[in-house]
Antibody, heavy 122, light 106 residues
Framework: EVQLVESGGDWVQPGGSLRISCAASGFTFSNYWMSWVRQTPGKGLEWVANIKQDGSEKYYLDSVKGRVTISRDNAKSSLYLQMNSLRAEDTAVYYC???????????????WGQGTPVTVSS | IQLTQSPSSLSASVGDRVTITCRASQAISSYLAWYQQKPGKAPKLLISAASTLQSGVPSRFSGSGSGTDFTLTISSLQPEDFATYYCEQLNSYPLTFGGGTKVEIK
C-alpha cells in the first residue's frame, strides 16, 4: 500500500523557519519526481515545488523562490521542505505528493499524503 | 498559465448532468488533470491528459478538450459526487490549479 506521511507542521511566527518532512512507502521512491502542494484554509490548491528523482532539478512557485528549498533523501525514502522567512500567506495545509502516473509525456499526481498544517501568525 | 474554472459553485440534484469548465490563459495541449476533493481529504485524481479516466473512477465522469478549453462532465450525479473539483495544468512551470468548483446538493 502506498503511503505518504507528512510531519513537522507547526505554528511559527512571521519571519521564522520550519522544515516539514514526508516519509514514503509502498513504491520505489527514488524512481519518481516528488512534489509539495499546499491548500490555504477554505481556499484552493497551489503547487509549491517539484524535485527530480536525483535532486538535480528543482522548480518552485514564484512567491516562495529564495525562501523555500525542496530536498530528498532517497536512502530514507523521504522528502523535505525547508521554509524560511515565513509569511502569513504561507499559512496552509502542505501536501506531499507523487506524480506517479505517466501519460503522453507528463506525470500526474495520483499519490497524496494526508497533509500537515503550517500556521504563520504572531 | 492561469486556469479559470466555472462556475465556482453549483447546486444540483441526484441524477442531474453536471458540466464544469476550465479555461487556460494560453494553450496547454492536453496536459490537464481533474481532481475531486472531499472535506478534510486529499485530492483524488479523476482524469489525466484531459480525457483519460483513471482506474476505478466511475464511467459517469468524463473529460474533454484541448488547447485552452476543457470540460469535466458528470452524466448522472450521485450522492458521493458532492465535492469540490479542480483542474490542473501540467504544460509548463509553474504548475497551476483552477480555483475549484464546489458541487452542492440542491
Amino acid at each position: 500500500e502506498v503511503q505518504l506521511v507528512e510531519s513537522g507542521g507547526d505554528w511559527v511566527q512571521p519571519g521564522g523557519s520550519l522544515r516539514i518532512s514526508c516519509a514514503a512507502s509502498g513504491f520505489t521512491f527514488s524512481n519518481y519526481w516528488m512534489s509539495w502542494v499546499r491548500q490555504t484554509p477554505g481556499k484552493g490548491l497551489e503547487w509549491v515545488a517539484n524535485i527530480k528523482q536525483d535532486g538535480s532539478e528543482k522548480y518552485y512557485l514564484d512567491s516562495v523562490k529564495g525562501r523555500v528549498t525542496i530536498s530528498r533523501d532517497n536512502a530514507k525514502s523521504s522528502l523535505y521542505l525547508q521554509m524560511n522567512s515565513l509569511r502569513a500567506e504561507d499559512t496552509a495545509v502542505y501536501y506531499c505528493a507523487c506524480p506517479h502516473y505517466y501519460e503522453s509525456g507528463r506525470f500526474y499526481v495520483d499519490y497524496w499524503g494526508q497533509g500537515t498544517p503550517v500556521t504563520v501568525s504572531s | 498559465i492561469q486556469l479559470t474554472q466555472s462556475p465556482s459553485s453549483l447546486s444540483a440534484s441526484v441524477g442531474d448532468r453536471v458540466t464544469i469548465t476550465c479555461r487556460a490563459s494560453q494553450a496547454i495541449s492536453s496536459y490537464l488533470a481533474w481532481y475531486q476533493q472531499k472535506p478534510g481529504k486529499a485530492p483524488k485524481l479523476l482524469i489525466s491528459a484531459a480525457s483519460t479516466l483513471q482506474s476505478g473512477v466511475p464511467s459517469r465522469f468524463s473529460g474533454s478538450g484541448s488547447g485552452t478549453d476543457f470540460t469535466l462532465t458528470i452524466s448522472s450525479l450521485q450522492p458521493e459526487d458532492f465535492a469540490t473539483y479542480y483542474c490542473e495544468q501540467l504544460n509548463s512551470y509553474p504548475l497551476t490549479f483552477g480555483g475549484g468548483t464546489k458541487v452542492e446538493i440542491k
